[in-house]
Structures are given as structure tokens and as C-alpha cells.
């Protein structure tokens, strides 16, 4: 399933990482998790405990030349409970970022099986076969080349896992800025956002399906509910 999705503006804790493309899942994947993990699990400026949001999403910049690195970012959506003040946290290398509203285009897939993995060569190669379909209709000028995100909703992932990649429109204009009150206008820190909208909250043009997200069609798209 294929659709276009607006993402209202929201603060995520997140971690970076860089790391070569791997056929299997890497350590560094693992690794972003647990340092945003313990952050929820406590260890911030108040102790507090945070309740896990899904999905987790993982920005990724995919070098032109094959030996070079990926560049990740993980994030995980802070419930709306902490948003306004969220705890600072005690590893230098997470971050509180605030993120304006984006738009993606978002291609959703299911797990293969329970043996199978879902690598950085499987999330390129189902960008890569995203990216030939948005060409196809003459769409591919309207999203970002050089990043995607990647989307994982179940732990731990199996064959019913769901997973989305989503390539951001070009026409959005997200800043960030972190709790550091750092700015930046770099496109590689721009990051998706993902809450639960009040029903019929979506802009003029935009559908609200189950009161979740909103939605627009595109040529050749359907949408799926989360």
C-alpha cells in the first residue's frame, strides 16, 4: 500500500549512528535502540519512566559510493504526556528534537518470514523499487534522493511485522532544533513526526481515516489505516 501522509509537528528522543550497509541487522541498530530504551526506561534528569511509542523511526542517509558508511538516526515519538517538557537525557549521545510538520509519501510492507531479517540491503532495495514506482509516474522529482526513513512497528519483528518506508516531499519545510536550542536548516536533520490526530483535525485537502493520521491520494495509491 501506497499513500501520502502529513506529519504534524512533535518532539522524539533520538540517537545517531553510522555504520556500513549490512545483509543482515546490524549492531548498531541495536545499540540506537538501547540507549533511546534506557532514556524511557529511566535514565533522564527526573528518573521518570516513559511509556514505548511505535514506530520507531530511523532516518537513513545512503552514501553515493558503495564502501561508505550509512548514516542513521533513530527516533522515538514522546507521548503527548511529556511533549510539552520532556526530561532531558543523561547520555550525551540522545537528544530531545523538535520537529515541524513534513509530508511523506509512504510505502507499507509485511514482514517475509520469521527467518528472514529486515536489513539495510532489504530497507535500500524497497526504497530503491519505491523510488522506480514514484519515477514511473512521473513523481520522482518531488521527493528527497539522498535520505529515506524507515518505520518498524513490532517487537520483536516477525512475519506479521509491519514496516513503511517513506520518502519526504521536497515541497516541506521542516526545521529542527534540539534541547540544546541548536538550529539547524541541514536537510540530513530533518525527522518524521507520528501522533494520533483528533478526528476531522486534518488541513483542507487531507482525509482523516479512523482519526489516526491524515492522508491524501496520489496518482496510482491507496490508503491503509495504521
Known amino acids: 500500500?501506497?499513500?501520502?501522509?502529513?506529519?504534524?509537528?512533535?518532539?522524539?528522543?533520538?540517537?545517531?549512528?553510522?555504520?556500513?550497509?549490512?545483509?543482515?541487522?546490524?549492531?548498531?541498530?541495536?545499540?540506537?535502540?538501547?540507549?533511546?530504551?534506557?532514556?524511557?526506561?529511566?535514565?533522564?534528569?527526573?528518573?521518570?519512566?516513559?511509556?514505548?511509542t511505535v514506530p520507531v523511526i530511523t532516518k537513513m542517509s545512503v552514501p553515493v559510493h558503495d564502501n561508505a558508511p550509512v548514516t542513521k538516526t533513530m527516533c522515538f515519538?514522546?507521548?503527548e504526556k511529556f511533549q510539552e517538557n520532556p526530561p532531558t537525557p543523561n547520555n550525551q549521545e540522545v537528544s530531545?528534537?523538535?520537529?515541524?510538520?513534513?509530508?511523506?509519501?509512504?510505502?507499507?510492507?509485511?514482514?517475509?518470514?520469521?527467518?528472514?531479517?529486515i536489513s539495510d540491503s532489504v530497507w535500500i532495495n524497497v526504497k530503491e523499487?519505491?523510488?522506480?514506482?514514484?519515477?514511473?509516474?512521473?513523481?520522482?522529482?518531488?521527493?528527497?534522493?539522498?535520505?529515506?526513513?524507515?518505520?518498524?512497528?513490532?517487537?520483536?519483528?516477525?512475519?506479521?511485522?509491519?514496516?513503511?518506508?517513506?520518502l519526504e516531499e521536497k515541497s516541506t519545510d521542516a526545521n529542527v532544533t534540539t534541547n540544546a536550542d541548536v538550529n539547524t536548516e541541514d536537510e540530513s536533520e530533518k525527522l518524521p513526526r507520528s501522533f494520533m490526530l483528533p478526528t476531522g483535525d486534518c488541513p483542507d485537502g487531507w482525509e482523516d481515516f479512523g482519526g489516526v493520521n491524515c492522508y491524501k491520494f496520489f496518482l496510482g495509491a491507496s490508503v491503509s489505516v495504521i
Do not use: W
Open 77 to 79: 515519538y514522546i507521548p
Open 1 to 52: 500500500n501506497d499513500k501520502k501522509r502529513l506529519y504534524p509537528s512533535a518532539k522524539y528522543v533520538c540517537t545517531a549512528g553510522r555504520s556500513k550497509v549490512h545483509k543482515r541487522r546490524g549492531v548498531k541498530d541495536g545499540k540506537m535502540f538501547n540507549k533511546l530504551f534506557a532514556y524511557i526506561d529511566g535514565h533522564n534528569n527526573e528518573s521518570q519512566k516513559i511509556e514505548m
Open 96 to 117: 530531545i528534537l523538535m520537529i515541524n510538520e513534513t509530508v511523506f509519501f509512504v510505502k507499507t510492507f509485511m514482514g517475509l518470514s520469521f527467518t528472514d531479517t
Open 129 to 166: 523499487t519505491f523510488r522506480q514506482e514514484m519515477e514511473d509516474m512521473d513523481m520522482a522529482d518531488k521527493v528527497y534522493q539522498n535520505h529515506f526513513y524507515t518505520a518498524v512497528y513490532d517487537f520483536p519483528m516477525n512475519s506479521g511485522s509491519k514496516y513503511e518506508v517513506m
